[in-house]
């Protein structure tokens, strides 16, 4: 496997909504999130006022369906998920579908919104449209969540050209060596007991021996 590969692996949160139409269905909508791949990290159950949906959907206001919208989702419970994965937020929109429920059916009939939605409104789902939306959605429907600011694309390349790279290519280098029946747990044993972050510990002897290689 090619170091330069763990660059294109970026996990993400977003925010999922399961819509008072389909909340009879919850546990069959989660247990397609979780055999999906993503990790269920926040879960709460709650009904919003009309006030609350307008403030949740501010960026929505002045369309001609906003008071439906705000009315709906005011209507009953909702359940609120926060969701992981890589490109959560992508992947999420991909399960859910088009947000019109009667055409998912006929370009999407696979996706979540073809199979519990009614209409565009009443359309089962609802997912965070960038992971700068997933972060002020989080913190509406969870705040007291503490959320770290996601790194840029940028950042996280660097960080993994420094800290992870140098000691996988060493590994891969003595895997190749080695050449062990099982090459996989031999990596794993090799990254652990050569994790530059872990602390290294030393017995008195050895501590004495590095204090006269300095002295001399």
Known sequence: MEPNSFRRIYVERTL?????????????????????????????????????????YTDQYGKYFFPNLTAFMSSGPIIALTLARSNAVAYWRILMGPVNSPKARETHPGCLRAKYGTCDLKNALHGSESFYAAEREIKFMFPNSVIEPFPSRAETEEYL?????????????????????????????????????????CDGAAVEDRKKEKNT
């Open 161 to 201: 050209r420094k800290h992870v790279n140098p000691t996988l290519v060493r590994g891969l280098t003595q895997l190749c060596k080695h050449k062990p029946l099982n090459p996989s747990v031999w990596l794993a044993d090799w990254l652990i007991k050569n994790c530059p972050n872990k602390p290294q510990i």
């Open 16 to 56: 999922a909504l399961i819509k008072p139409d389909a909340i009879h269905r919850s546990e069959e909508i989660e247990d397609v999130i979780l055999k999906s791949g993503f990790a269920v990290l926040q879960k709460r159950k709650l009904q919003l006022s009309p006030e609350q949906c307008s403030d949740f």
